[in-house]
């Protein structure tokens, strides 16, 4: 497969314009221009930040500045929302070369993407939609992740999804999607465990049959977030992906159990509305760092007996 699809071939090798660091075993936050001074003023270590592709897609200005500060001195993930990888229309060329320019410019230690569509013809939605579980959408995201790694020159993350239905026409379960799609494009995962609470209440199911029969073995990356709960018209609970609190008991929970069964993996908290001041958001990420420490800690006593 050719990498044309994004104007040029997939980005050689070039000199770092920025030091590496590493995220293993690291627990970071969404980074938020209103944060950086107070991040700026800190010193000692601060985990890693992940930004959002499609804020930075602009050539310059106030929030490349912004990133540039925080790239000197820490990791970066990458996080793209408009994608539409599980969308049945070709790849915007266009976005996919602004993300690679992204790729190239900041270096980042993650790269990731969503189990999700949001595109129609020449409208992008606010939003992360569904798609059914067939051998047909199975052959579309594929082929656009292929697209999208051969573009970038990188190997991607894909998260899967929070979801509020499920499709009639589906003929296999979301893990079983997940595992088809690693199988086929060699891509890893990012583990959203609040999305798997979220998804599980609405459904009814349980969450822990879905960890049971996910590929744990390629999650490059968790991401742990609140929600909000709304009734349906049923009366019966809802639960919201909307990222606008502290990270729920059940979710926390979930989340060691996922560290018990693969050991730690780079963590992000996410909160995207309802902004809190940074040592809010920090303490979330030093709740999530002492956890991985913990699991870290086991993990090499094991190996020592």
Known sequence: MTADLASGPAPAAHPLRFPEHGVSGLAGTSFKPEHLRSILSERG????FEVHAENYMGAGGPPHRALEAIRRDNPLSLHGVCMSLGGPQPLDREHLAGFRSLVERYEPALVSEHLAWSTHEATFFNDLLPLPYTAESLAWVCDHIDQMQEAIGRTILLENPSTYLIFEESTMSETEFIRAIVARTGCGLLLDVSNVFVSATNHGTSA?????DFPLAHVGEIHLAGHAEQSDDENALLLI?????????????LYEIVLGRCGPRPTLIEWDSKIPDWPILKAEAMAAQRLLDRHAGQASLRHAV
């Open 241 to 253: 992906d909307s990222h606008d609190g502290p990270v729920p008991d059940g979710v926390w929970r």
């Open 208 to 212: 822990l049959d879905y960890l049971a």
């Open 45 to 48: 270590p601060r985990g890693f």
